[in-house]
């Protein structure tokens, strides 16, 4: 994986552009029960514009659950979320406009099963943005194109690779025009020789500028695509740095004890 991810996403000029004091994603004192499971405790972030933020961490730490806070697919209890300066709203109708700024990508690909590869990525622009049939497809011929699937834009999802599949899944997320691209695991689902070609689209997708906060165990794309990893366990961030400051520095034992059993 390290080799095709290409170092000249970090050292690129986009990325600092964002400031501290003005994030595109700001999660700020939040926590998260399921019942009586405190799943999220106190979390704090910020992303910037262009930043690609890693997050990793043991499996059950809320890594998942703080991904679907942000895309307001899990209510949160305390706390608040803001998207470009936007508190998230827990209930109402600005929830999908809203939902529509941050698109998300998950382990599983979720492709309509019984739609062609191009109404997967046209029909929630025709819905939510309320464009034309024509302008859906010419934009997603064109994403699609990006993706490297537009040859196969008139078949099924099954029809399709697993990888292709995801890369399809990345182009319907960018058809919202999102303005921040969250990433589940999208890899963990994927045969290995499959792995590498969606790790390629993410990283142009970086190198292009776009926001990104990727939850994923391939430590390649970390150390060479991301600005910042963020380290989780049990509900908490634990460390954060950059991925020289993590990787090379480990601080917490909790943090290289993982490394220890992934790498
Ligand atoms: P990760 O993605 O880091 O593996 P998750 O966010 O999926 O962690 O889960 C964090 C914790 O919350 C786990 O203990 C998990 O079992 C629990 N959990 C996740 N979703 C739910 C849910 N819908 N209801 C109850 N518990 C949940
Ligand atoms: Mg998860």
């Known amino acids: 994986t390290e080799s095709s991810v290409s170092a000249a996403v970090k050292s690129g000029d986009s990325k600092a552009a964002g400031h501290a004091d003005n994030p595109l994603v700001e999660v700020s004192h939040v926590d998260k029960y399921f019942g009586d499971l ?3 405790k106190d979390i704090n972030l910020k992303v910037t514009k262009g930043e690609v933020l890693v997050i990793i961490g043991p499996s059950g730490s809320g890594k998942s659950t703080l991904c679907r806070t942000i895309n307001r697919l899990e209510a949160i209890d305390s706390g608040v979320i803001r998207i470009d300066g936007e508190p998230l709203p827990q209930e109402g109708k600005d929830l999908t406009r809203l939902r529509a700024e941050v698109g998300m990508v998950f382990q599983s690909f979720n492709l309509f099963a019984h739609k062609s ?6 029909l929630a622009p025709r819905k939510v943005r309320r464009i034309s049939k024509d302008q859906a497809d010419k934009e997603a011929m064109e994403l699609l194109a990006r993706v490297g699937v537009d040859s196969q834009a008139k078949k099924l999802p099954a029809q399709l690779s697993g ?6 899944a990345i182009a319907r997320s960018l058809a919202m025009h999102p303005k921040v691209m969250l990433f589940d695991e999208p890899t963990s689902a994927l045969d290995p020789e499959m792995i590498n070609e969606v790790l390629d689209v993410m990283v142009d997708l970086a190198k292009e500028g776009m926001t990104m906060i990727v939850v994923t165990h391939e430590m390649g794309f970390a150390r060479q695509a991301a600005n910042r990893v963020v380290f989780m366990a049990d509900g908490e961030i634990l460390e954060e740095g950059t ?3 993590f990787f090379e520095h480990t601080k917490t034992e909790r943090a290289k004890d993982f490394l220890g059993k992934i790498l």
């Open 117 to 122: 590869i191009l109404d997967n990525v046209t």
């Open 163 to 168: 990888g292709q599949q995801q890369r399809v």
């Open 243 to 245: 991925p020289e400051e």
């Open 38 to 40: 405190h799943v999220l």
